[in-house]
C-alpha cells in the first residue's frame, strides 16, 4: 500500500506541473512530462546514462528509485486518460530520470580465457573440429615418421662425430661380437623437407598443448605437467622446436611414433562429442571394442617402430620385418626366423611384453562385463532393420515364462506376421527361463529383449518405438497393489502415446475405474470387467468362460484327433472355430444373400457351408450388431462376422462327386492361396455341405425337414417353417418390453405376481466408476436401505438374518471375493439386464472377506434380490448362514492377497484347497473358480485314483509337445466351464492387433455393451419334447423361423464312470493305438452313444441314464471283471459312503447349531460320475441329446418395437422406470 501510495502522489505532482507548463501537442506526444526545475539537471543526467545503457543489451536495467509522498494543496485532480491502472501499479514507464543500475550477468564469460574455454571446450561442435583437427596432426607425425624411415639409410647419417671407419668396424665384428653404435641409435638421417614439415607440425601441437593445458588450468599445475598426454607431447615437440635454434641437432632422433597414443586419446574424445553433437548414444559395447583394437594397434606400431630404430645398430631390420615380428610375438606363435639382436631391442621387446600382459587383460575384463551386461540389457534394436522390417514392442513390468508364450505363440499363429520382429522392454533383468526360451532358434531370430524402463526416452529409443507397427502395454497382475500396478500401466501408456504418437497402443488395465485414463489408446481389455461378467454368465449360461476362451485362441481344431474318446475328437475339432469377417460383396459365403434378411443368410450359409454368421456392421455404422434379426437387409457393403474352422480366404470349394463325373467339372478353388488348409474335408464331413457352384441358389423344398415317425405310425409332429428372405412382422414373435406385464404375469400365482410387480426396468443411477456403459436393467423402486442389504442382519425394516428366512423362489448365486472392487458392479449387471425374465432372477449374495464401502452399497442398492455378507469360504457357518445348501452357483474369485507367493505357482493353493472342501462338502453344487494360473486347474476336482484323470494328464503333454495352444482344454473342470483363468483372455488382446473387433464382439457376448439393435447371449435347454427335431441343423432353422435366433454352439453332459476299473480303458495316445480289449470297450462306448442318439430321436421318452445304466449292465454281462476287482470296487464304494456319512452329519450338525433347518441338505446329489465339454458350431448333422444346452443370439427385443408403443408408453401414467414385459423366459420348440 505504501508502494501504492507513493506511486499515485508522485504522479498527481507530475500532472500538477504538466497543467502548469503546458507543452505544444506534437511534442507532447513525442516527449515525457516534465519535473521541476529544482530536478531538471537530475534527470538531464540520468536520461543519458539510461540512452548510453540502453546502447548496450548486454544486461537488464532495474528501476529501484525512491519514491516520496508529494504535497497536495487542493483536492486531487482527475486522471488523464492515458493514465491506467496499469500504470499506477507499474509507474509510466515514460519516465527516464530516475536512479538506475545496471546489472549484467554471466560476466565470466565475457572474459578472453573464458570465451577461449567455450570454443575449444565446451561447445560440441567447434571442441569436435578442434579434435578432429588434432588427430589429423598425430596421424600425419606417424605418417612422417614412416617416410623419414623408409628414406633414411644408417651408413649415411650427417652431423655425428663418429667416423666412417668406425661404423664399418661396427657392422663387420656384428656377428662375432656385436656392438652397440649409440650414434646410429641418437642419430638419424633427415631430409631437410621432412625437417621442415615435421617442425612445423610439432610447432603448432606445441601451442595447441600449451593452450589447452592453459584453459583445463584448475589451481594445480603439477596435475597437468604430469600427466602422460602432456609427457608425450612435450617429448613429440620440443626437440623440434630446439634444433630450430640449433641447427646441429636437426638429425637427432625422436620418437615421433609415441604420437599414436595421442592420435588414440584423441580419436575417443572425438567420438565422444561427435555423439553428443548429434544427440544420440552410443553402446558402450562399441567404444569398448573400439578402446581394444586402438590399443593392439598402438602397441603394434610402438613396437615395430621401436625395434626397427634401435636394431639400426645392430641387425638392421626394415620396418616390414619389425611389425611382422611384433605380429608374431604379440600372437604367441614365435617362429623365430625374425629376432631382435641387441639388449637394447630385447629390453623394449620385454616391456612391450609386460604392458600387454598388464593392458590387455584389462581390456578383455571390461570388454566381457560390457557383454555380458549388455546380454543383460539387450543392447538396442536396429534402426536399418526398423526401417526396412516390422515389429512390435511389448511393454511389460515382468515377463513370465507363461506370459511370454502366450504372446508368442498367439502373435506368430497368423501367418501375416511371421516376418513381424518382437521387441520386448521390460525394467527388469531377463529370468533364466526367459532366457532359455529366446535363445531356440525358432524365437531367438525373431525376438529381441531390451532392458529399460518404458519412461525413459532412451529406452523407446532403443526400441524403436516411433518406427514400430504396435505397442503392447501388459499389466502385472500378480502384484499385491493392483491399483498401483494399473497406475505404471498408465503411465507407460503416457509415455508412449507421447514419445510415438501414431503408434497404435494395445492396452491392459486391471480395474476399470482406471480404464478412463487410457480412453484414447486404440484397444484397451480390463481385467475385471470382462472376469466379472464372464462368471456371471457362467452362472446362467453354463460354461461361457470356455466358449469365449475357445473363441479368442488361435488353433486348427487338430487337438484330440488321435484319442479314441469320441467326445475328445469332437470337442477339439470345434475347438478350432474362431470369429472371421468379410465384406459381403467379396464373399461366396455370404455373398448370394444380398438383399435378404440376416436370419435368412446366417441359416442357409451354415446350412450349405457350415459357417455361423453372428453379427453385421453397416459401412456408414461403426458398430457391430450380434444378430440384428430378420428385419435388417443384408446390403453389398455390409461385414459379416461369422464363426468357422478357418476364415474363407483359406478355404477350398469342392463339387458333389456326383456332378464332378456327370459333368466333368475339375475341382477348384475360390482364392488361390499358397497353402490350403484342410478345410475343405472339415466342411464336406459336416453332412449335405457340398456346393454346387453351378446352381448356388437352393431349392424351394429345402426350407421343409422330413419329421419323424412316431411309434411307427404316419402320424407327424407340425413341420419347421421355412426361414423367409425377407422378414415377414405377423411372422416374427412381438416382444414389446415397454408394454404392460399384465399378460405375463397372469399364469403367476398372486404371490409370485406380487414379487415381480415390485421390479421396474431402467438405468441404474449410480455407477461405481467412469467409464461403465449403461445397461437396461431389472431395478427396485426405490432404493433399498444399506441395513436392508445385510443378509445375516436384521434390522428395522425386516428380522431376517439368513438365506431360508427370505424365503427365496430361485436358487441362490453365492460370490466369494476378498473386496467388494468396482469390477463387482459388473457381476450384478448381466444378472439383472432388462432381457433376463423376472421369475428366473436369481438372488445374489456376495461373500466378502471385508464389508463393502458405502460407495459400493449405494451403486447396488438399486438393484432388486442383491445382498452381502461377511465371510470366508474356509468357514462352513460363513457358508450355511449365506444359503449354501439353497445355491445353485458358487463363484470363487480369487483374491488379491494371494496372487503374489514365494512360489509363482502356489498363488492358489488357498484356494483350491477350500474348494475341494467345499466340493466334497456339497457335491451337488456347481463351483466355478477363478485361478491365477491356468497350470493349476489340473487340481480342481483331484482324485488321486482316477485312472481317467491321469490318461487326460497324459493327453494333454502329447499336445503341449505337439505345439498346441490349448493344452489344458481336455482337463474337465475347463471343459465343463467350473474353472477360468484370467490369463486365458490375454490372447483377446493380442488378436486385436489382426482382428480389431474381437475386443467388440466379445464385450457384447458377454454383456459389458448394449449396442441397440444388438443381440445378446443366452442359453436353452433340449428337452424330451424337442428330440424330434434330431440334428442340430433342423434346429438352426427352427430358430431362425419361429423366433429369429442364432445358436452358436452346444453344452454337452454325458455319464461317464470314474472308478479303478477305468484302468481299463484308459487313453493310450502315445502309440495311436490301443490293445484290443481296451479298443474294444471304446468301440463298444461309442456305437453305444450313437444308438443312444439314435433310440432317443425314435423313442423321445427313453432316459439317457437309464440307457447308461443299461449300457454298464451289458458290460458287466459280457464281459465280467475279476474277483479283486469286485473286492476293490466294494471296498471302495464302503469308503466312500463312510466319508460321505461323516461330512453329512458333520454339516448338519452345524445347521443345527446355527438353528438353521436341515431338511434343504442332500448329501447324496453327486454330479461327479458326469462329463461336460462345448461344441462351438457343431455340423448340421450333429445328433441333439437330452439335456443338451444350446447356445443361442437372441436379437434385441427394444430395436422391433414400434415407433407408436413407444410414444404411448411415454405418456402413460406409470413409473419412468416400469418398463413393463420381458423377452420370453424359454424358447419353447
Known amino acids: 500500500m505504501n508502494i501504492f501510495f507513493n506511486l499515485r502522489g508522485t504522479v498527481v505532482r507530475q500532472i500538477a506541473e504538466d497543467r502548469a507548463a503546458p507543452v505544444p501537442p506534437q511534442e507532447a506526444a513525442m516527449s515525457p512530462p516534465r519535473r521541476s526545475s529544482s530536478s531538471q539537471g537530475d534527470s538531464r543526467t540520468s536520461t543519458e546514462t539510461l540512452q548510453k545503457n540502453n546502447s548496450s543489451n548486454s544486461g537488464v536495467i532495474l528501476d529501484i528509485s525512491a519514491l516520496k509522498m508529494a504535497d497536495v494543496d487542493s483536492e486531487v485532480p482527475p486522471l488523464p486518460p492515458r493514465y491506467r491502472f496499469r500504470d499506477l501499479l507499474l509507474g509510466d514507464q515514460t519516465f527516464q530520470n530516475d536512479d538506475r543500475v545496471q546489472v549484467e550477468f554471466y560476466v565470466n564469460e565475457n572474459t578472453f580465457k573464458e570465451r577461449l574455454k567455450l570454443f575449444f571446450i565446451k561447445n560440441q561442435r567447434s571442441s569436435l573440429r578442434i579434435r578432429l583437427f588434432n588427430f589429423s596432426l598425430k596421424i600425419l607425425t606417424c605418417v612422417l615418421y614412416i617416410v623419414r ?54 610447432l603448432i601441437s606445441f601451442l595447441e598443448t600449451m593452450l589447452i593445458t592453459y584453459l583445463s588450468y584448475k589451481g594445480n599445475i603439477w596435475e597437468q605437467i604430469f600427466q602422460i598426454s602432456f609427457i608425450l607431447e612435450m617429448i613429440n615437440t620440443v626437440p623440434f622446436i630446439i634444433t630450430i635454434f640449433w641447427p646441429p641437432l636437426t638429425n637427432i632422433f625422436v620418437p615421433v611414433f609415441l604420437n599414436c597414443w595421442l592420435a588414440k586419446g584423441a580419436l575417443e574424445n572425438m567420438i565422444n562429442d561427435f555423439h553428443r553433437a548429434i544427440q544420440r548414444t552410443h553402446s558402450a559395447m562399441f567404444n569398448q571394442v573400439f578402446i581394444l583394437i586402438c590399443t593392439l594397434l598402438c602397441l603394434v606400431f610402438t613396437g615395430a617402430c621401436g625395434i626397427q630404430h634401435l636394431e639400426r645398430a645392430g641387425k638392421n631390420l626394415s620396418l616390414f620385418d619389425s611389425f611382422y615380428f611384433c605380429i608374431v610375438t604379440f600372437s604367441t606363435v614365435g617362429y623365430g626366423d625374425v629376432t631382435p639382436q641387441i639388449w637394447p631391442s630385447q629390453l623394449l621387446v620385454v616391456i612391450l611384453i609386460c604392458v600387454a600382459l598388464v593392458v590387455l587383460p584389462l581390456q578383455f575384463e571390461e570388454l566381457a562385463y560390457l557383454w555380458m551386461e549388455s546380454q543383460k540389457l539387450g543392447g538396442n534394436y536396429s534402426r536399418h532393420r526398423a526401417q526396412t522390417e516390422k515389429h512390435v514392442v511389448l511393454c511389460v513390468s515382468s515377463l513370465k515364462i507363461d506370459l511370454l508364450m502366450d504372446f508368442l505363440n498367439e502373435f506368430y499363429a497368423h501367418p501375416r506376421l511371421q516376418d513381424y520382429y518382437v521387441v520386448i522392454l521390460c525394467p527388469t533383468e531377463m529370468d533364466i527361463q526367459v532366457r532359455r526360451i529366446l535363445q531356440i532358434p525358432l524365437w531367438s531370430q525373431r525376438v529381441i529383449y531390451l532392458q529399460g524402463s518404458a519412461l525413459k526416452d532412451q529406452d523407446l529409443m532403443r526400441a524403436k518405438m516411433d518406427d514400430a507397427e504396435a505397442c503392447f502395454i501388459l499389466s502385472s497382475r500378480n502384484e499385491v497393489d493392483r491399483t498401483a500396478a494399473d497406475h505404471q500401466t498408465i503411465l507407460r501408456a503416457w509415455a508412449a502415446k507421447d514419445f510415438a504418437p501414431n503408434c497404435p497402443l494395445y492396452v491392459q488395465i486391471l480395474k476399470p475405474e482406471n480404464k478412463f485414463h487410457v480412453k484414447f489408446a486404440d484397444h484397451v481389455v480390463c481385467e475385471e470387467e470382462f472376469k466379472y461378467a464372464m462368471l456371471a454368465l457362467n452362472c446362467v449360461c453354463p460354461a461361457t468362460s470356455t466358449l469365449v476362451t475357445l473363441l479368442v485362441h488361435t488353433s486348427r481344431g487338430q487337438e484330440g484327433q488321435l484319442s479314441p474318446e469320441h467326445w475328445q475328437k469332437m470337442y477339439g475339432r470345434c475347438s478350432g472355430n474362431e470369429v472371421y469377417h468379410i465384406r459381403l460383396c467379396d464373399s461366396k459365403f455370404f455373398g448370394e444373400y444380398d438383399g435378404k434378411s440376416f436370419t435368412y443368410a446366417s441359416f442357409h450359409a451354415h446350412k450349405k457351408y457350415g459357417v455361423c454368421l453372428i453379427g453385421v456392421k453397416r459401412e456408414d455404422n461403426k458398430s457391430i450388431l450380434l444378430n440384428p434379426g430378420p428385419r435388417h437387409i443384408m446390403a453389398a457393403t455390409d461385414t459379416c462376422y ?17 456332378e464332378k463325373h456327370s459333368k466333368g467339372l475339375p475341382v477348384t478353388g475360390l482364392y488361390d492361396a499358397p497353402s490350403r488348409l484342410p478345410v475343405h474335408s472339415i466342411i464336406a464331413s459336416m453332412g449335405t455341405v457340398a456346393i454346387d457352384l453351378q446352381n448356388p441358389d437352393p431349392p424351394e423344398e429345402s426350407g421343409k425337414l422330413t419329421l419323424p415317425t412316431e411309434n411307427g405310425a404316419g402320424s407327424r409332429r407340425p413341420s419347421i417353417a421355412p426361414v423367409l428372405e425377407i422378414a415377414d412382422s405377423s411372422a416374427i414373435l412381438p416382444c414389446d418390453l415397454l408394454s404392460d406385464q399384465s399378460e405375463d404375469e397372469t399364469n403367476q400365482s398372486d404371490e409370485e405376481g406380487s414379487v415381480g410387480s415390485d421390479f421396474v426396468k431402467g438405468y441404474p443411477p449410480n455407477s461405481p466408476y467412469i467409464g461403465s456403459s449403461p445397461t437396461l436393467c431389472h431395478l427396485l423402486p426405490q432404493k433399498a436401505p444399506f441395513c436392508c442389504l445385510r443378509l445375516d442382519k436384521g434390522c428395522t425394516h425386516n428380522s431376517f438374518e439368513d438365506a431360508k428366512a427370505y424365503g427365496f423362489k430361485n436358487k441362490l448365486i453365492i460370490v466369494s471375493a476378498e473386496t467388494a472392487g468396482n469390477g463387482l458392479y459388473n457381476f450384478i449387471v ?33 438393484f432388486p434380490m442383491v445382498y452381502f455378507m461377511a ?29 503374489s507367493a514365494e512360489e509363482d505357482y502356489m498363488a492358489d493353493a488357498k484356494t483350491i484347497v477350500n474348494v475341494q472342501t467345499m466340493f466334497r462338502l456339497f457335491p451337488s453344487l456347481s463351483i466355478i473358480t477363478e485361478l491365477t494360473h491356468p497350470s493349476n486347474m489340473r487340481f480342481m476336482q483331484f482324485r488321486a485314483k482316477d485312472c481317467y484323470s491321469l490318461a487326460l494328464s497324459k493327453l494333454e503333454k502329447i499336445e503341449r509337445d505337439k505345439g498346441s495352444n490349448l493344452a489344458f482344454m481336455f482337463r474337465l473342470p475347463f471343459a465343463a466351464g467350473r474353472v477360468f483363468s484370467i ?38 435347454k433340449v428337452t424330451e419334447e424337442d428330440l424330434w427335431i434330431r440334428t442340430y441343423g433342423r434346429l438352426f432353422q427352427k430358430l431362425c423361423s419361429s423366433s429369429a435366433e442364432i445358436p452358436i454352439g452346444i453344452y454337452r453332459t454325458e455319464s461317464h464312470m470314474f472308478s479303478t476299473s477305468e484302468s481299463q480303458v484308459s487313453i493310450n495316445v502315445e502309440q495311436g493305438v490301443e490293445h484290443r480289449e481296451r479298443g474294444e470297450s471304446w468301440k463298444e462306448r461309442t456305437a453305444h452313444r450313437n444308438s443312444t442318439t439314435s433310440d432317443q430321436s425314435e423313442h423321445p421318452l427313453l432316459r439317457k441314464k437309464s440307457m447308461q445304466w443299461a449300457r454298464r449292465l451289458s458290460r458287466k454281462t459280457n464281459k465280467p471283471s475279476s474277483r479283486a476287482e469286485r473286492i476293490s470296487q466294494q471296498r471302495l464304494n464302503l469308503y466312500r459312503r463312510s466319508e460321505r456319512q461323516e461330512l453329512s452329519e458333520l454339516v448338519k450338525n452345524r445347521m443345527k447349531h446355527l438353528g438353521l433347518p436341515t431338511v434343504g441338505y442332500d448329501e447324496m446329489n453327486d454330479h461327479q460320475n458326469t462329463l461336460s465339454y462345448v461344441l462351438i458350431n457343431p455340423p448340421p448333422d450333429t445328433m441333439l441329446e437330452l439335456n443338451d444346452i444350446v447356445y443361442i443370439i437372441r436379437s434385441d427385443p427394444l430395436a422391433h418395437m414400434p415407433e407408436d408403443s413407444q410414444v404411448g408408453q411415454g405418456r402413460s401414467t406409470r413409473n419412468q422406470q416400469d418398463f413393463g414385459t420381458e423377452t420370453r423366459d424359454e424358447t419353447h420348440l
Open 149 to 202: 624411415v623408409s628414406l633414411d639409410d644408417p651408413k649415411d647419417v650427417n652431423g655425428n662425430p663418429c667416423s666412417a671407419v668406425c661404423r664399418n668396424n661396427s657392422w663387420t665384428n656384428t656377428a662375432e661380437s656385436p656392438e652397440i653404435n649409440w650414434e646410429l641409435i641418437f642419430w638419424v638421417n633427415r631430409r631437410v623437407s621432412v625437417w621442415a614439415i615435421q617442425v612445423t607440425v610439432a
Open 642 to 658: 461369422y464363426i468357422n474352422i478357418t476364415k474363407e480366404e483359406n478355404s477350398a470349394f469342392i463339387f458333389k462327386q456326383e
Open 830 to 862: 448381466p444378472l439383472r439386464a432388462y432381457y433376463r425374465p423376472r421369475k428366473e432372477l436369481n438372488p445374489i449374495v456376495l461373500l466378502l472377506d471385508y464389508p463393502p464401502d458405502n460407495h459400493f452399497l449405494e451403486a447396488i442398492c438399486c
Open 871 to 899: 465371510g470366508t469360504i474356509d468357514n462352513l457357518d460363513n457358508l450355511l448362514q449365506c444359503g449354501i445348501i439353497y445355491a445353485d452357483n458358487l463363484v470363487v474369485v480369487d483374491k488379491e492377497s494371494t496372487m
Open 983 to 1020: 490369463s486365458m483372455l490375454d490372447t483377446l488382446l493380442y488378436q486385436s492387433f489382426v482382428k480389431d473387433y474381437m475386443i467388440a464382439i466379445a464385450r457384447l457376448l458377454l454383456g459389458l455393451d448394449t449396442t441397440p439393435g444388438s443381440g445378446y447371449l443366452c442359453a436353452m
